[in-house]
């Protein structure tokens, strides 16, 4: 066994320029691609009830001109909101519109209030989708705010809110209750509208938490970062990246996990393809999957592998003109001997220079260090050759203690088939933790590749198999 340990990745942001930090890199140099010209403009509708139009629309009102930070030890993991507008870093305004406002009815409200959970989250998100559409149909904004009603929070009963929850839940790849967030995203995913979510107490500091609900709630500044983030990201536009060394190959990282349909009689795949180190990619629903006696983990033919890993690396070279150099695979399951012959028979017929494979997942073993705290973040311990664990939450140096609430869990990757060297493949797992939208903490537990390929199932289980699938993550977070 051997101890290793890995610097914190940089990001870039606007001006070329670099930091380890997300917040503290997009205060000081704006985002990514943030123009020094007239500042742009984010056209917002809004679905809810009056009250909660107002309160979502007055917070917004307020965190314009900047949100105080929280008063801490730690500094650099609670800092100021430096506001949104044109004065700000990012550079950027929104622009509200009465007549793209839909105020749900209270009666209608008190009726879904007195259903059971499942028919609440079934009614509720029709409700909710009929006037996302009449916002469409009147004048399609960049985004739709459903600041969703507390009556219908409180019947929700799988509380993972990116802008409440500090802390990560468990992922459940073949759940297969009802979730109002989900069905509504996936009844937005055909009118080609992203919508964001949000729920009373990101506005209102002072509401309390549903009766379900499992995480703290966070300070405002930080509450204003993830949703301001949030909502830049899916108007189209990028607040970082993560670096690319001038030496590396063009890579393409894909992440495979699996769902089970809403009448549980099909195991379906779900791909999610990162172009490069914005962020950019696509999302592919495969084909059903089958649990053999002998190994209950999913595996695809050889024929559906090739198939899968074929139609991401298209959508690669469609977009950038040219295929990889290098394709990163991330597989919640093991590969079996027929899902390497498909997928480096696509490897093979695009003529790429190399191919990494691994089993990524959460690990049972813990390593403790002297003192009170966790690992550090970036702590890897390599079993051997195969196995690797890899610490993507622990403490941080940056943040001057472990920003956490319980004892976490190390990533585990297991090399399938791989050219790089075990460390290199860990630097990239870390690097791609950095990479979610929802959260402006940089110590992501996951890497995107199975955040977004664990989240696009949650949501394409309602979709029905002959409807529309948004190719854009925006659609899903």
């Not at 977009?319 to 490897?347: C, I, Q, W």
């Not at 690097?431 to 996951?446: H, I, M, P, V, Y």
Request: net charge neutral; glycine share 6%; hydrophobic share 40%.
């Amino acid at each position: 066994m051997k101890i290793d340990y890995l610097e914190e990745p940089l990001l870039e942001f606007g001006g070329n320029n670099r930091h380890l930090d997300i917040r503290q890199g997009l205060s000081l140099f704006g985002p990514l691609d943030s123009s020094e010209s007239s500042p742009r403009r984010i056209r917002l509708g809004f679905v809810g009830t009056q009250a909660t139009i107002d309160g979502i629309v007055a917070w917004l009102s307020r965190a314009r001109s900047g949100v105080a930070a929280k008063k801490s030890r730690q500094p650099n993991l609670f800092p100021a909101f430096p506001g949104f507008g044109a004065d700000s870093p990012f550079k950027t305004e929104f622009e509200i519109d009465q007549s793209l406002m839909r105020t749900l009815s209270p009666r209608d409200i008190a009726k879904l209030s007195k259903l059971s959970p499942m028919m609440t989250a079934v009614e509720g998100s029709d409700l909710l989708a009929a006037e996302v559409q009449a916002i469409v149909e009147k004048g399609r904004p960049d985004v739709v705010v459903v600041a969703v009603p507390s009556e219908l929070v409180a019947k929700d009963d799988d509380d993972e809110s990116e802008l409440v929850s500090e802390f990560e839940k468990e992922q459940h790849e073949f759940e297969t209750t009802m979730d109002l967030r989900h069905l509504l995203k996936a009844k937005a995913m055909k009118m080609g509208q992203p919508i964001q979510l949000v729920l009373p107490q990101t506005y209102d500091g002072s509401s309390k938490k549903t009766s379900t609900g499992t995480g703290a709630l966070q300070d405002e500044a930080t509450r204003a970062w993830n949703f301001h983030t949030a909502l830049y990201y899916k108007a189209n536009y990028r607040p970082w990246r993560i670096v690319r060394n001038a030496t590396d190959l063009q890579t393409c990282f894909v992440g495979i996990s699996f769902y089970r349909s809403m009448d549980q009689s099909k195991l379906m795949t779900s791909m999610a393809q990162v172009y490069d180190e914005r962020g950019e990619g696509v999302i592919v629903r495969g084909k059903p999957v089958e649990l053999a006696k002998e190994d209950r983990q999913p595996h695809l033919s050889a024929i559906d592998a090739e198939a899968l890993l074929s139609s991401a690396l298209k959508e690669y070279r469609r977009e950038h003109k040219h295929a990889p150099a290098r394709v990163v695979m991330h597989k919640s399951s093991t590969y079996s001997p027929a899902e390497l012959d498909g997928f480096n028979e696509a490897v093979e017929a695009q003529d790429l220079e190399a191919a990494d494979f691994l089993v990524v997942g959460k690990a049972m073993t813990r390593l403790y260090r002297p003192g009170v705290y966790p690992p550090l973040r970036g702590t890897m311990l390599s079993i051997d050759e195969k196995i690797h664990l890899l610490y993507t939450r622990g403490s941080v140096p940056y943040y001057a203690t472990y920003p956490g609430m319980y004892i976490p869990r190390p990533l585990k990757f297991m090399i399938a088939q791989s050219a790089e060297s075990p460390r290199r493949l860990a630097e990239e797992l870390l690097a791609l933790t950095k990479l979610n939208w929802n959260n402006t903490q940089f110590d992501g537990g996951e890497p995107i590749t199975m955040r977004v390929a664990h989240q696009v199932g949650k949501v394409l289980k309602y979709v029905g198999e002959n409807s529309v699938v948004q190719p854009k993550y925006s659609f899903y977070m």
